[in-house]
């Protein structure tokens, strides 16, 4: 398998970039919007497990891709998961080692999602929260898909978040249901249109807890697909 270097160095200072602006302050969770968004992904995902037969995590391996400081895979906790099964792998450094400060009872490793160390068949779940938006490059997405369906045990799913939607940030991609089939074609596909449009959901202030269920309703202003892409 041919890594993706050029790419790869380019995701590292783009994200090194983020950390160093301002732009890191928009995803704060002080933000109502941004809670609220949370919260509905949390919902909306429990929900979805349950569906496909995921509802119980105690015994599931857990893979997140691009887990960054860990909040998300430690979130598996609360729904019963075995921190000695959580398992985060992230390019930066600096990431997995606030990772590892944060939540010291879970596995954090730094590394290329291209080549993944671990055994074919070892993990229930992987996930990938914005992560393939992020890859401008069709090689190294091929490449990390094809990974991650690797080390996916026969009927496991992958857990994906990501928007559907061209961003001002030209730094990012849209990833439409096309681009997500082509990069799991055996996989079983479900998604649901889930999140606000950050950038308003991120403006409405005092007021996200009445507008933010309201405008939710409208299906075209739901930016992101949260989804399971179950493996054969």
């Known amino acids: 398998m041919t890594r993706s270097s050029d790419e790869v160095e380019r995701i590292k200072r783009i994200y090194h970039g983020y950390a160093?602006?301002?732009?890191?302050?928009?995803?704060?969770?002080?933000?109502?919007?941004?809670?609220?968004?949370?919260?509905?992904?949390q919902s909306a995902l429990f929900a979805m497990l349950s569906e496909y037969g995921f509802g119980t995590l105690a015994q599931k391996h857990i893979l997140d891709v691009g887990c960054g400081m860990g909040s998300i895979l430690a979130d598996f906790l609360q729904w019963g998961a075995d921190p000695a099964h959580?398992?985060?792998?992230?390019l930066l450094d600096e990431r997995i080692a606030a990772a590892k400060e944060k939540h010291p009872n879970l596995q954090f490793e730094q590394a290329n999602?291209?080549?993944?160390?671990?055994e074919d068949r070892s993990f229930d779940l992987v996930l990938y929260y914005t992560v393939f938006s992020s890859i401008l490059d069709d090689t190294m997405a091929y490449n990390v898909a094809s990974e991650g369906a690797r080390v996916l045990k026969p009927g496991g799913a992958v857990i994906w978040y990501d928007f559907r939607y061209p961003s001002p940030n030209r730094n990012t991609r849209p990833m439409r249901r096309k681009d997500i089939q082509t990069?799991?074609?055996?996989?079983?596909?479900?998604?649901?249109?889930?999140?606000?449009?950050?950038?308003?959901?991120?403006?409405?202030?005092?007021?996200?807890?009445?507008?933010?269920?309201?405008?939710s309703i409208f299906p075209p202003l739901r930016t992101h697909y949260l989804g399971l892409l179950i493996k054969p």
Request: glycine residues 4%; hydrophobic residues 45%.
């Open 86 to 90: 959580l398992v985060g792998v992230d």
């Open 20 to 41: 160093d602006s301002s732009k890191a302050a928009t995803w704060s969770a002080t933000n109502l919007g941004n809670l609220y968004a949370y919260r509905e992904r």
């Open 113 to 118: 999602a291209e080549q993944l160390k671990f």
């Open 183 to 215: 990069l799991f074609p055996d996989f079983a596909i479900h998604l649901r249109h889930i999140t606000l449009a950050p950038p308003i959901s991120r403006r409405l202030g005092s007021l996200t807890h009445l507008l933010y269920p309201i405008l």
